[in-house]
């Protein structure tokens, strides 16, 4: 992850095959976590084998926990008990994970030692305040450094309190780090959200045995409970299958089938806005895995016209922008987006980013504070740079398949961290996409 590796991506063939995308990233982040916190031994299917999901289960065996890798994309956790966790030596790397950092403060700021958590250049800038503010509330302590970045130093054997609690953004993971740290609470822990979000913690701590009430937008649990062995099967990642969704939408003769997405509705607002842009994507063979819905994804290319994305659909497609933009750039018509703000403090500043890279390749891109609208056109052949960010990286390898001419694309190695293959996947599919030598 330290040298830098560009790609040479241009238009090949069109996309055709079936794929197979890798685990989902946030379910594989809680899999390991609650794993090593149940009662007992689980076993995980289907484990992203990207670094920010081996970063956290690394962390967990610094904290003394078991995890046998079997084979690749499989886990055998030897839970310790919610009170089982050992004090760690040295500093806990997160690696390039936001979900492995702040839902990491919540749970280690319940236990009786001291921990410090880092991360990556990336991660290292991105804010800790939504976590650290409402856990002291909680009675924890957290430093963090100025400006409320990480690492976060992590003081142990604080007596925690629930709290009821309104988030000020949407966000799974503040969310979940808050009820991570109401499972070491006296008395109750209430999480309510602007916009609903992701509810993988709710569901998978249910899973785990726990008793926890949740409904959209709303969570509520109480202290002292303890966690039940259960094995986990993951389904595939849809923020991954997300880029193979627009690259086959934008090329010309494309027929792709997806096997096995995750379709959980609070991940899903891709589908919606591409289908309102006249996508043509079909769901076959509807099953549940693991508790989550899942189903193959066929999606052939279909003119794409640009629309306004409602906002209501933001936090259920919030990892989805960089996709969505290049498909905005190959339709008909502008595209609007507004009330996307937080997509300044992801992996990289995404609305920055998009706009710059779009500029490159010769569109015009108008951006404000929370959002941008986009003029499709011809695209150009040219540099862009992905910031160090994966979606940033994956997003431009599928915009070049339409491009005028060659695309490079730079500081690639972050892709491994959600989507560890996706060039060989891509180049399977009929992208062109070569790494420079
Ligand atoms: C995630 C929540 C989202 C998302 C991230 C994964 C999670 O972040 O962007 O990729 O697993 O809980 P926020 O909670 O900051 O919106």
Known sequence: ??????????????????????????????????????????????????????????????LGVRIETPSA?????????????????????????????????????????????????????????????????????IDTAEGGLPPLRIHGGQALAGIDHTLEVASAQVKSALLLAGLYARGETVVREPHPTRDYTERMLAAFGVDIEFSPGHARLRGGQRLRATDIEVPADFSSAAFFLVGASIVPGSRLRLRAVGLNPRRTG??????????????????????????????????????????????????????????????EGPTVVRGAAELRVKESDRLAAMATGLRALGLRVDETPDGATLHPGALQGGRIESHGDHRIAMAFAMAAQRAQGEVRIGDVANVATSFPGFDALARGAGCGLAHTP
């Open 270 to 331: 891709l589908l919606a806005a591409l289908r309102m842009m006249g996508a043509d994507i079909a769901e076959e063979n509807h099953r549940v895995h693991g508790g989550e819905a899942v189903a193959d994804l066929l999606v052939r290319h279909a003119p794409l016209r640009g629309i306004e994305v409602p906002e209501a659909l933001v936090p259920d497609m919030i990892d989805e922008f960089p996709a969505l933009f290049v498909a905005a750039a190959c339709a």
């Open 73 to 141: 994309s499989r886990r055998i956790v030897h839970g310790v008990g919610v009170d089982g966790l050992k004090p760690p030596a040295g500093d806990l790397d997160c690696g390039n994970a936001g979900t492995g950092m702040r839902l990491l403060a919540g749970l280690l700021a319940g236990q009786p030692f001291d921990s410090v958590l880092v991360g990556d250049e990336s991660l290292s800038r991105r804010p800790m305040r939504r976590v650290t503010v409402p856990l002291a509330r909680m009675g924890a302590r």
């Open 1 to 62: 992850m330290t040298s830098k590796q560009d790609w040479i991506a241009s238009p090949s063939q069109p996309l055709h095959g079936e794929l197979t995308i890798p685990g989902d990233k946030s379910i594989s982040h809680r899999a390991v976590m609650f794993a090593a916190l149940a009662d007992g031994v689980s076993r995980i299917d289907g484990f992203l084998e990207g670094e920010d999901t081996r970063a956290t289960a690394a962390i967990f065996a610094r």
